[in-house]
């Protein structure tokens, strides 16, 4: 039975996982974040030093202080669908919390709410953005919306995405690009297969070049970004009987944020020179600006080295306005999605503690 | 507007090559041959020396002359869909008759009915055989129907098959088999491909060998068949941003009748060694049989060397009943089943004269 806003009332100055366990139980998947974008709307409204805008079901509250820096700090309030042996509501085994959302990212939310109550003056202006739609196709971003018809909301020196990192400072992320390689042969009937010329087999040249293809690992301000290059799918022939006029070979090129969409495709271009090559997909990379000064200061705040951020992820959407962002919360990556998904409930408390001691 | 039995009236004893033009205008793509069956069974039971049996819509003439030999001599009545810019009615050009189963296989059918109607007293007892349902799935096959139903209907010592081979014989066929190889990988998200396996890559050694693989060629009762290996379809990947875990290579393997289903399945496990490799289809091919004596007097007949058909045709319905067959027709078998079917209209008088003579 869906909850509505009047059943759940978020206490935010209770224990981090405590509020990371109620966020949970509150079912949100991708598509049903209103029951808790309203609980959070209602918990924040109750906090004078914020003001507090609902766009959709994405809810933005900011402190209006006059600081010289404003720092935004954001998660996504949705969850991928739930196990297929239902994981929520969530449990405890020893000192991991399981159950849906609790790595990604309900336990990032709950750092974010206990910081909104338990600071009033930070020291540098705060924003802080709980938005819809993220593990869903892109068109539904809440972030993104709110970055396409209210940008000013979003405004920042410096960003911080709560996403699952184990506690580490992951910055930028590589950018991605998708081609469709085909290889066109002649069509013949399989019995005479000499009449023809077989597409599926002349694609051994594509594959070989990808197999032996060594990827690049490119350093972009202090972070060394794994490159990566891989066919994804592969589709050739028509039926059992004849030989086969195309295959096509669809090829994901992750690259360093140093390289800009038209570099990457040039090149591909070179890599399959010869060969019948359409771009169908490529979004940029995000640098780690981890050289901007806050930033800078952020890093050496956490004590723990940098590392690059692989997967595409909504950091590019704050590079693409011009403020650096670094993913920074709770929970180990890998178990983002899994049905095991689970975070330690320690990882939650220290992410807290390190942000306080920053911002308070 | 479908023409029903009355409608038609064949004149067996006009020239053959308007025979030919008369059945083709009788419209019979598989499933519609009705009109035209009925046509043939009416024209033969006109017939006296034949005995006539209807089959569904096939149509089974006999004589009943008590020789120490029979022959049969059969063809479809069926061909594939009109093109799209539609071939029929039938056109001349010069000397070649144009239009959908000019070639494939009117002008054989007319030369058996041809025959039927000249000759009341052959050399040997004939079986005239004509069947629905040959462009299409084995299934619908009339000869075969009438080979599981009737087999008494189909018994023969030599077996013509008038299916176009340019005036040519061509005896036997090769066998047929496909295999579908599975090359296994891990699937992981491409931004961290290093954490999966990329079955597609992989897949690499699969087309390898089958580019590299050099088909033979066997000589079988002095005829020499060539055989081919080929990747017919190929299907990998599931998402464009997941290392694929899976790739699919369906092979199909035409073998050299000499050689038993058995045979080529150890050949091409042999080849894929290490691959997961599964059958998913075989017919075995047929041999020539052209050194029995009544197939060899008629090649002698005809004065052209034999050569050997690739593709598995309903020869090899004969030969697993015992029955040596050849393929013999007028027209160019590249041109079967193509938008510019044609046959030239002095094969269709040339074909039918050495039958008569043969027979008569």
Redesign the interface.
């Known amino acids: 039975m869906p909850m509505s806003a009047s059943d759940i009332q978020l206490d935010l100055s209770q224990d981090p996982v405590d509020l990371t366990r109620a966020l949970c139980d509150i079912e949100s998947v991708s598509g049903n974040e209103g029951p808790i974008a309203d609980a959070v709307e209602a918990a924040l409204s109750r906090l004078p030093w914020l003001t507090v805008t609902r766009h959709g079901d994405s809810v933005v509250a900011r402190t209006e202080l006059g600081r010289d820096e404003r720092v935004v700090l954001a998660g996504h309030l949705d969850t991928v669908p739930l196990a297929a042996e239902p994981n929520l509501p969530t449990w405890y085994e020893g000192d991991l919390l399981y159950g849906r959302g609790t790595c990604d990212m309900k336990g990032g939310v709950a750092v974010q709410l206990a910081l909104a109550a338990a600071v009033p003056e930070p020291s540098r202006d705060l924003t802080f953005v709980f938005y819809d739609g993220e593990e869903v196709e892109s068109a539904r971003n809440g972030l993104g919306r709110i970055s396409r018809e209210a940008p000013h909301l979003l405004a920042g020196d410096f960003a911080v995405l709560l996403e699952p990192t184990s506690g580490l400072v992951e910055g930028g992320c ?1 950018g ?1 690009l ?1 081609v469709d390689v085909t290889v066109h042969g002649k069509a013949a ?6 009449m023809g010329r ?1 597409a ?5 040249v594509v ?2 070049r ?2 032996a293809y060594e ?1 690049q690992e490119v350093e972009v301000e202090g972070l060394v970004f ?1 490159e ?17 006029d195309r ?1 096509v ?2 090829v ?1 090129y ?1 690259f360093a944020p140093s390289k800009s969409v038209q570099d990457a495709e040039h090149h591909l271009r070179e890599l399959f020179t010869g060969l019948d090559v359409v771009l169908t ?1 490529a979004a940029g990379g995000a640098r780690p600006g981890l050289d901007q000064p806050m930033a800078k200061a952020f890093v050496d705040l956490i004590g723990v080295p940098a590392g690059p951020k ?3 992820t909504d950091v590019a959407r704050f590079s693409e306005l011009g403020i650096p962002a670094v993913n920074f919360g709770p929970g180990d990556p890998l178990k983002a999605h899994a049905d095991d998904e689970f975070v330690p409930v320690q990882e939650i408390r220290d992410c807290l503690r390190v942000l306080t001691a920053w911002l308070a």
């Open positions: 590589n991605t998708r009937h399989s019995a005479r297969a000499w077989n599926i087999h002349d694609a051994q594959l070989g990808l197999a990827p794994r990566s290059l891989n066919a994804v799918l592969i589709n050739g022939g028509v039926a059992g009987n004849v030989i086969p295959c070979v669809s994901n992750r997909d692989y997967g595409w």
